[in-house]
C-alpha cells in the first residue's frame, strides 16, 4: 500500500511554517495516542504516521530531499527517516513533544554544540530597597570559557571529528519494549562531536569552573519572590556554543513597621486612649523616607482605617503607586497614678447619668436585655 504524503497526513499546505508544522503535529498526536485510544489498532496506525511525517518534515535536510524525491529519499539506504516509525515510538519530535506541550517542558536537544546551562542565585533585600529599588552584587559559581584553549576543547589545532558512538547525531536509540527511546551521547555530550587532542586544563570541555560577581539592578516596585533573568549570564556552552542564562530570585526581609500587599503599604498606629476619643493630629512614617500628618476625628474606634493616596509602592512598569493605609489601634492605659484613676472613676460616674456616645456598647448590652428578658 502507497504511503499517504507526509504533508497530507499532517494535514498542512507544502509551504507550512515549522509553526504551522509543530501546531499541526501536536493536535493531531493528542488525538491518536494510544493512551487516549487503547485497543484502537488504527489510531495507533494512524500516530505513528504522524510521527513518520513529522519526523522528517521538521527536519530541513530530511524536508528538502523528500520535497524533490517523496518517499523514495528515504528506501533503499536512503537518509532514512530519522526512527522508523514501524519499530516504536521516538521521543524527539514524538511523545517528547506531546510531554513538552502537556507538562511545559522542554530542553536543548542534540545535533550540536549544547547551550550551557541555567545557573540561579539568591538575594535578600529590605523594604526600603524593594521600594526605591538598588543595585547588588552576585557572586556565583559557573563554567567559564577556558583561557587555554579559547573554549575550543583542543591542546593544538587539531580540532575536533565525528563522534563515533552517535555518528554526530548527538544523541542514541535504544529499543526499551514498546518504546524508541532516544538520549543524548554520553561521549560527544550531544555536540556530535568530539576533540582530537584533548586540552589539558579543560579535558576537551571548552570550559572549566569559575567563581564571577555580577551587579544586578533590582527594579523599584519588585515584589517578594521576583525573578530576574540575566540573558547570557549563566554557564559558558560547551566549545564555543552559546551561553546559559542567570536567573536571580529576590526575597524581601520583613519590614517591623510596614506591611506590603501589592502596591500597597499597612501600619498599625496605636492610639492613646484619649487621642482616640479627643481626636488630633498624628504624624506617620512613610515607606520613602518623609513623614505624613493623618488627622484623627473625635471617637475613632480601634481598627478604623485611614488612606494616604499614592503613599504606597510603585507598580512595575507604570508610573503608578499604591496606597497606604494607617490602622489605628486603640491602647488601654496600664499603671495608673492615683490622680489619673481618679479622673477615670470620676468620667465612669459620670459616664452613668449621661450617655456618652457609645453606640457600639450601648447596642450591645440592649441586645443582652432583650435576650434575658425573652427567656422569662
Known amino acids: 500500500m502507497a504511503k499517504q504524503d507526509y504533508y497530507a497526513t499532517l494535514g498542512v499546505e507544502r509551504g507550512a511554517s515549522a509553526d504551522e508544522l509543530k501546531k499541526a503535529y501536536r493536535k493531531l498526536a493528542m488525538q491518536y495516542h494510544p493512551d487516549r485510544n487503547p485497543g484502537d489498532a488504527k489510531a495507533e496506525e494512524k500516530f505513528k504516521e504522524i510521527n513518520e511525517a513529522y519526523d522528517v518534515l521538521k527536519d530541513d535536510q530530511k524536508r528538502s530531499a523528500y520535497d524533490r524525491y517523496g518517499h523514495a529519499a528515504f528506501e533503499n539506504g536512503g537518509m532514512g527517516a530519522g526512527g522508523g516509525m514501524g519499530g516504536g515510538f521516538g ?5 517528547g513533544d506531546i510531554f513538552e506541550q502537556m507538562f511545559g517542558g522542554g530542553g536543548r ?9 541555567d545557573i540561579k542565585a539568591a538575594v ?10 538598588t543595585k547588588v552584587n552576585v557572586r556565583v559559581t559557573t563554567r567559564m570559557t577556558c583561557d587555554a584553549c579559547s573554549g575550543s576543547g583542543s591542546a593544538d589545532k587539531s580540532g575536533s571529528e565525528t563522534c563515533g558512538t552517535c555518528g554526530g547525531a548527538g544523541r542514541i536509540r535504544a529499543q526499551q519494549g514498546f518504546f524508541l527511546v532516544e538520549r543524548t551521547c554520553p561521549t560527544c555530550g550531544g555536540s556530535g562531536r568530539v576533540v582530537r587532542n584533548p586540552c589539558r586544563v579543560c579535558s576537551g570541555a571548552g570550559t572549566v569552573p569559575r567563581e564571577k560577581t555580577l551587579s544586578v539592578q533590582i527594579p523599584a516596585g519588585v515584589e517578594d519572590g521576583t525573578r530576574i533573568r540575566l540573558s547570557g549570564e549563566g554557564e559558558a556552552g560547551a566549545r564555543g556554543a552559546p551561553p546559559g542564562d542567570l536567573y536571580v530570585h529576590v526575597a524581601v526581609r520583613p519590614h517591623p513597621i510596614f506591611q506590603r500587599d501589592g502596591a500597597n503599604i499597612f501600619c498599625r498606629v496605636p492610639l492613646l486612649m484619649t487621642q482616640a476619643a479627643l481626636g488630633g493630629e498624628i504624624e506617620v512614617p512613610t515607606i520613602d523616607g518623609t513623614a505624613a500628618k493623618v488627622k484623627i476625628p473625635a471617637g475613632t474606634q480601634s481598627g478604623d482605617q485611614f488612606r494616604l493616596r499614592g503613599k504606597g509602592f510603585s507598580v512595575l512598569r507604570s508610573t503608578q503607586r499604591g496606597d497606604m493605609y494607617i490602622q489605628v489601634a486603640v491602647e488601654t492605659p496600664q499603671n495608673l497614678t492615683r490622680r489619673q484613676r481618679e479622673l ?10 449621661h450617655k456618652a ?17 425573652g427567656r422569662g
Not at 521521543?91 to 511523545?95: A, C, I, P, S
Open 91 to 95: 521521543f524527539e519530535g514524538g511523545l
Open 344 to 353: 477615670l472613676e470620676e468620667f465612669a460616674r459620670e459616664a452613668n447619668g
Open 109 to 117: 536537544r542534540g545535533g550540536g554544540a549544547q547551550t550551557g546551562a
Open 124 to 133: 535578600e533585600i529590605d523594604l526600603k530597597e524593594a521600594f526605591s529599588g
Open 357 to 373: 456616645g457609645s453606640p457600639e456598647h450601648e447596642g450591645f448590652f440592649a441586645k443582652v436585655k432583650e435576650f434575658f428578658e
